[in-house]
C-alpha cells in the first residue's frame, strides 16, 4: 500500500526534533554532527538566533502580500545581491528548480527579443543536475533524471564533463547559452578548474553565447568567496542560486545583467510567493552574514584544516576512502566502497553526510562549523571506517 508520503525518497530511519548549529537531535536524544547540512542548506546551521530573530520579527508582522505590490524586504536583498556580485537585476524564486526554469527561460526570451527566436540551444554537462522540473531534467538530461518522462523539453545538448574538444566543436555563434555548475554538487564535487571556466567565458565572448552558472549549491559562501565563480574571477550573465540563500527557509534567486535579462519585461515571468516578506527577511539576514569578508576567510581557513585532516583519514583507511575532492566547505570524499553504506556507517557513529554521483559523500556543513566540531567530525568519520573496516 502506498504510504500517505509519496515514496519518492529512500529515507534513512531517522527523525530529527530540534538542531542546534552544526547539531541535529534525533527524536531519541541521539545529538549527530551535521556535515551535509539538509544538502548545502543551512548555512548557518540549524537555529541561528539571527536568523531565527529575524524569522519571529517579520513572522510578527507581514508574512505575504503578493508581487501585485512593491516589497521592501525584496528590494533590498536584490540591492544586496546587485551590489556584491556581476548581476544588475534578481528574481526570486522558491526553490533551485524554479531558478533553473527562469535562466532557460531567459536565455530563450534574450535571443527572441533580439530578434533570433531560432537560437535556442543551450550547451549542458553530463553529470549535472539543476533541479526536478521539467525543464530542469531535460537540462540535466542524465537517465537517472528523464527516464519515464518524456517527452523532453528540447534544445539541450550535452557534453561530456572535461572534453575540450567537445566543447569547442558544440559551441557555435548558434548556441543560446552554456549552462553549467562551477563545483557538480549531485555529480559528485566535480569542480571546474578556474582556466576552465575562463575559458569558457572566452568561448563564449567569441560566439556571443550566455554564460549561465548554477551555484544553488556551490553558491553563498560555500566554497570561501561569496560565489564559486568569484574565484576564477568571471562575469557569468545569469547565476543560479537556492539552496544556502535561505538558510533554510525556501529562497532561490536568479541573478543577471542588463542585457541578458533584457527580454524580461512586464508580464513575462511571475511567482505568487517568490521573494515573499518571510522569506527575504530571512535571506536578508543570510546575506548580511555570509558575505562578509571577514566571515569568508573564516570559511576559507576551516576549509584548510577540514581538508588537511581529510586528507590524513584517507590515508589511515585506504580500503573505505581514495581521495578528497573539492574547494572551500564543499568537499566529496571518493569511497572505495558503495557511498550508502559509508553515509549508513556515519550514521551508526552519529555523524550525517550526503551520497553523491561518482560514489562520492558529499560534505557540505554549516559554514559556521567550528575547529571543534572539525576535530568531532574526524573523529566519528574515523570510527565510521574502521566500522566498515571491521564487518
Ligand atoms: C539542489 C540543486 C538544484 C535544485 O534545487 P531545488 O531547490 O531542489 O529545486 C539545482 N541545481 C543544483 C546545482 C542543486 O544542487
Redesign the pocket.
Known sequence: MIPPVLPTYARAPLTFVRGEGAWLVEADGRRFLDLGAG???NALGHAHPALVAALTEQAGRLWHVSNLYRIAEQEQLAEKLVAATFADTVFFT???????ELAIKMVRKHWSAKGDPGRTEIVAFEG??????TG?IAAAGAEKLVKGFGPLMPGFVHLPWGDHGALKAAVSDRTAAVLI?PI???GGIRALPDACLKGLRALCDETGALLVL?????GMGRTGRLFAHDWAGVRPDIV?V??GIGGGF?L?AVLATEAAASGMTVGTHGSTYGGNPLACAVGLKVMELVADEDFLAEVRRKAGLMRQRLEGLVAAHPGVFEAVRGQGLMLGLKCARPNADVVAAGHAEGVLTVPGGDNVIRLLPPLTLTEAEIAEGIVRLDRAAARLEAA
Open positions: 544538502i548545502a542548506v522558491n526553490s533551485g528548480t524554479e531558478a533553473a549535472s543536475f539543476h533541479g526536478r522540473s530542469a555548475e557538480q554538487g549531485e548554477d551555484e544553488v549549491q556551490c543560479m537556492a539552496k525556501p532561490g
